[in-house]
């Protein structure tokens, strides 16, 4: 895969989007899910997590429950039985998807050779995957303090797989004086979770993804090649 790529053509790369998230779930978790017909159980998937990230950005996750829910969806308490039992599992299926994408994304440039061109490969896919997916990511951001315990040590340890996989790549540039490529690293991802988790800000300042990335990168590159 290329190194440099705008929005557009990130979205044409990889298989992974708003839309076909539902398709995604569905087959993932089709041992719990007992509703079998596809249509209406992909359009209710759609309806649920949306509901969901509504009411945990008013309410808050911890204080909204299933009927809660039901009352968003218009689904009775047995029809949201049909694709969840409680909250818990609502909150592993968010995580489960935002762990895959952190995962899967990377794998696309791993034949980039260049340390620096791969490193900007991997900041503008980590800034427009979350910007595709950003409600799942806000929420694993903002509520996983309220997941069980083994989910947010399997929500920690996705964060620092990213932050791995760029200090890796770091570490093979020239050492800049006053850092590590652990704090270099870290810095970055800092800067890519600011877009997803205050998207008022950009918004409200008409910055694009693209925008926004290619600023990142021109910050990156600045400070690792000098």
């Keep these: 895969m290329p190194?440099?790529?705008d929005f557009q053509q990130f979205q044409?790369?990889?298989p992974l989007d708003g839309a076909n998230i539902w398709a995604y779930l569905l087959d993932r978790h089709a041992d719990r899910i007992t509703v079998k017909r596809r249509k209406p159980a992909l359009e209710n998937l759609e309806k649920i997590f949306n509901a969901t990230f509504k009411?945990?950005?008013e309410v808050g996750f911890r204080a909204m429950n299933l009927r809660d829910l039901c009352g968003e969806t218009g689904l009775s308490m047995g029809g949201l039985y049909g694709y969840i039992t409680s909250k818990d599992q609502l909150a592993e299926m968010i995580e489960d998807v935002v762990r895959h994408a952190t995962l899967e994304v990377p794998k696309m440039f791993r034949d980039v050779s260049a340390p620096l061109d791969q490193l900007e490969a991997l900041?503008?896919?980590s800034i427009y995957v979350s910007e595709i997916l950003q409600p799942w990511f806000y929420f694993v951001f903002m509520d996983s303090r309220v997941l069980q315990a083994e989910q947010r040590g399997t929500a920690k340890e996705s964060e620092l797989h990213v932050q791995s996989l760029f200090a890796g790549i770091i570490a093979q540039l020239p050492p800049q004086p006053g850092s590590s490529?652990?704090?270099a690293a870290a810095h970055i991802l800092a800067m890519f979770q600011d877009w997803y988790v205050?998207?008022?800000k950009y918004r409200a300042a008409d910055i694009s993804p693209d925008t926004f990335a290619d600023s990142a990168v021109r910050m990156m590159r600045g400070y690792l090649s000098a």
């Design 3 to 5: 190194a440099q790529f």
């Design 12 to 14: 044409a790369m990889t």
């Design 55 to 57: 009411l945990a950005n």
């Design 123 to 125: 900041i503008r896919a």
């Design 181 to 183: 490529p652990e704090l």
């Design 198 to 200: 205050k998207r008022w």
